[in-house]
């Protein structure tokens, strides 16, 4: 009998998919990857399971980050299989293959990549064999299209399958969506880096479509707040006395109006009308109501405020990195926890925050769980609101909650039917947050009695306004789900009483002065924010249509892209500020200065967006789309072969540390900082002057300086440990760096200090002078001092022509570098604290542990984190367990030199580094 095979994206979605067709197919038997019934074998993907690559002909395996190997524009695209998923493709192609399966059914996710996956899984059945690659697989394809996963819903969807002549050009804007993508990442990304290494060395340069215009929000919001111009201006407070009591108001001007199309930054930008310009002018208002009296006129009107929609994806990242200071990528992870492991939630990777409109039935059954369960912790407190709401009647089929239009791949993210049960801490923030925001929504809006009061003091010949706000909770509706049942807001809630008529005085009136402020660094939260609503930084109004519900990235991808940029060193963390290094500036500046810019700006996803939905529509050709895609691709490889490396324009610096081989003025270009003479920084034609001839480069070894840190080396003479420096063939080390002068001609340069000077010191026997040094504690074994000396921590007794004591530790171990401030630590409590940047030498990942002091063992050695419990998750449990163990193994022998495991601290394990590793995915990354 012939059968049909369904393919889901999920296993949850195929166990539901199963469920619904019980009733009508019968019994479905399971199997390890399939469930079977008469007429259907059920089984599904794991998200992506093959990725595309050129064929090995077009894509060369050495000498490819040089240009001579550029543009690689493949004329189709093979498929290798995703290692972590290969088991679940294999089962998936030999079910394809069977020969009782005659027809295909894509049960995949309601949308472009759901597509995707599965045009691609097929595909990679097809080609797996030499019969079916050349007469194809010769089987029946049809769509099933929900948007609803109810019993119902997913009947209706068997009920009306799509054809595959209907869904073909949805395939086609998936596939040129993904080819486009390869395209321009391993391009771009190869050619930046080709052009930034033409010096020596490996500058890994990633861009790609999104990854970059994501970097140049966070780069342009640094440029305003560094270009900020502060201004001081001045605010009036008054303190007014009525018979019922005093309240407070803020001097401002009625007739001021905002100025239309100032400049961002300008004096006419930062006009407000509370604020005063001129120090002596507000004083002159302060002293003309000092004591005099006014009258008060108030306006009282309701105010109602619905609760906020129900959570989607970035909402959620948002809201979690703005309460717990939770990262977008540990967001993504507790949720997917929640709905994998502990099935509490649904599929959060969902950019809707509506539900379908058969779901009325699910949420009273989800209101009813959360109501009737003893649910553990601070959520048994919302069973009474989830009680009210199903006994108030709250639970209706509203638009706003209830709207299939608005539902996409997925809907919004709620509980589940399956109350929760031993979750970590970290899980049950996030879950409480979802459970009260799903019961919140069906409330009734809050309501506010909202008040605004303007007394008016007449005085030396004006007439001087303040203004009072007030903002009352009268009926807390929704807010009583976040405990607020009387909660108050504003700037003064408890605005005392004021009789028509009455007169009031003035008690007291101070002046403050203030400073304009630069706009705020990006946090998660925030440039989340920016990449969900990037096409508003759009001006064609086409282009900002077609990414008003796309955005930047996926919801699920934006996690992603934001570590990526923080793992390729273009952001660093800052408590929780996003904070652009200087190689995010180096990028910009080139991309800006090939005449390239287009990959830095929104509008090139805005465009993609647009021309796939016209293909999607049936209205442009694959091929066209192609077409363009690899004119744009040539392009930017060319600019790159063509430009002048030393001619890139830009907004460069001038060091405020002197020239140290003649104290002349050094400047930045591109590439290098060089010197420029003594006296003017310009020559007479405005070109640079020649200076004494010292120069040295930007980016040693791969990683780009920042302007703080170029400045203390030229000031000190010595740098470090630093990370991020990379090898020739792109293997990652950590090392110090000094200035030293030649010998012959006393000119200073750069070089790497691999700690040779100090070891050979260290093996002369001879006495070395600590004096100048303060000590970092006492030694654990003898007690005597700990210095620095060279790239290690050593005690004074360990040296000298009777060394006496042993210890030593490396300030650098396993890439990680140890702070005098941890080796303090170290020595004073007996241990660091958690460091998260060790690095395993043999399977590059990172891995946190603190460094202790082990008296038994006379040495310092790791100490982890406990292994987390097992209801808090065996991935993680796993990952910490293989982390400590791999760490123990590889850094018993370094920790005991106090040199060793650090990547490359020595010449040798440089060379040995070099000939080890390649950077095989950072152009797929940038993709």
Known sequence: MSKALVIAEKPSVAQDIVRALTPIDGKFDKHDEYFESEHYVVSSAVGHLVEIKAPDEFDVKRGK????????????????????????????????????????INACDAGREGELIFRLIVQYAADSTATTRAKGLGKDVSRLWLQSMTPAAIRDGFAQLRTDEQMLPLASAARCRSEADWLVGINGTRAMTAFNSRDGGFFLTTVGRVQTPTLSIVVEREEKIRKHVFRDYWEIRGTFGAQAGSYDGKWFNPDFKKAKGAAEGSLEAEQKADRVWS?????????????????????????????????????????????????????LGLAQALYEKHKVLTYP???????????????????????????????????????????DGYIKPTKRVFDNAKVSDHFAIIPTLQAPRSLTEAEAKLYDMVVKRFIAVFYPSAEFMVTTRITQIPA?????????????LVKPGWMAVYGKEAAEEGDDAHLVAVQPGESVGNEDVSVTALKTKPPARYTEATLLSAMEGAGKLIDDEELKAAMQEKGLGTPATRAQVIEGLLTEKYMLREGRELIPTAKAFQLTTLLRGLGVEDLTKPELTGNWEHQLSEMEKGRLSREAFMDEIAAMTQRIVQKAKEYDRDTIPGDYATLSTPCPNCGGVVKENYRRFTCVGK???TGADGEAPAGCGFSMTKIPAGRSFELHEVEQLLRTHKLGPLEGFRSKAGWPFTAELKMVQDAESNNWKMEFDFGEDAKKEEESGEAIDFSAQTTLGACPKCNSSVFEHGTNYICEKSVGPKPSCDFKTGKVILQQPITPEQLAKLLENGKTDLLDGFVSNKTRRKFKAFLSWDAKAGKVGFEFEPRAPKAAGKTAGRFASKGAAQGAEEADAALAEGTAATGAVRKTAARKAAKKATPKAAAKKAA
């Open 679 to 681: 006296g003017a920084a």
């Open 279 to 331: 120090a002596a002018e507000a004083q002159a208002i302060a002293d003309a109501v000092r004591g005099q009296s006014g009258t008060v006129t108030e306006e009282s009107k309701p105010s109602t405020q619905a609760s906020q929609l129900l959570y989607d994806l970035t909402t959620l990242q948002r809201e979690a990195n703005s309460r717990f200071g939770f990262s977008a990528k540990t967001t």
């Open 65 to 104: 980050w040089s240009f001579a190997n550029l543009p690689v524009i493949p004329p189709h695209f093979d498929l290798n299989p995703i290692d972590k998923s290969k088991g679940r493709l294999n089962a998936l192609v030999k079910l394809i293959k069977r020969k009782d399966v005659t027809s295909l």
């Open 349 to 391: 990777r969902t950019d809707s925050r509506a539900l379908p409109e058969d779901y009325l039935s699910v949420v009273q059954q989800t209101m009813g769980m959360i109501a009737d369960e003893d649910l553990p912790g601070p959520l048994k407190d919302l069973a009474q609101h989830a009680r009210k709401a199903l006994n």
């Open 460 to 472: 030396g010949g004006a007439t001087h306004h303040f203004q009072t706000n007030g903002k009352v």
